[in-house]
């Protein structure tokens, strides 16, 4: 179902608020956050980073959509290129597509081995920590 324009600004103001509030408490405490945007092309993941950001500080909130990787890029470690674009304290990071596109469209497109795909599993949760 398809909302109205004014009933889709209507119900977005208070969430709207919260994220700015959510933003403020990173700001005062040093909170960095991590949003990671999953989906297809064309899924949105765009139009909810403008969304999610519309509201916030460029300076605090900031969208990281990276490029197919380098020749060089594919010879490092594969967290290697996110690492960079993380947030530092009390800032927002939205990324348009995340690592775990390694597990996902990497592995069905045949972008990567599975051998890869298994070294991905076994450090994705300590790169997280």
């Not at 600004?9 to 208070?14: G, K, N, S, V």
């Not at 405490?29 to 993941?45: M, N, P, Q, S």
Request: with cysteine; glycine share 6%; hydrophobic share 40%.
């Amino acid at each position: 179902m398809k909302l109205r324009r004014n009933t889709y600004e209507r119900l977005l103001r208070p969430l709207e608020r919260r994220l700015v509030e959510m933003a403020r408490w990173a700001s005062a405490t040093g909170t960095r956050i991590v949003v990671l945007l999953e989906g297809r092309d064309t899924a949105g993941k765009g139009g909810a980073a403008k969304t999610v950001s519309a509201r916030l500080d460029p300076k605090q909130c900031r969208t990281v959509a990276l490029d197919v990787p380098t020749e060089r890029e594919r010879t490092q470690w594969y967290f290697q290129r996110y690492v960079p674009h993380l947030p530092a304290a009390g800032e927002i990071v939205l990324f348009d597509r995340s690592w775990y596109n390694r597990a996902g469209v990497e592995r069905v497109m045949g972008f990567c081995t599975e051998q890869q795909v298994e070294h991905f599993f076994d450090q994705v949760r300590v790169f997280e920590q």
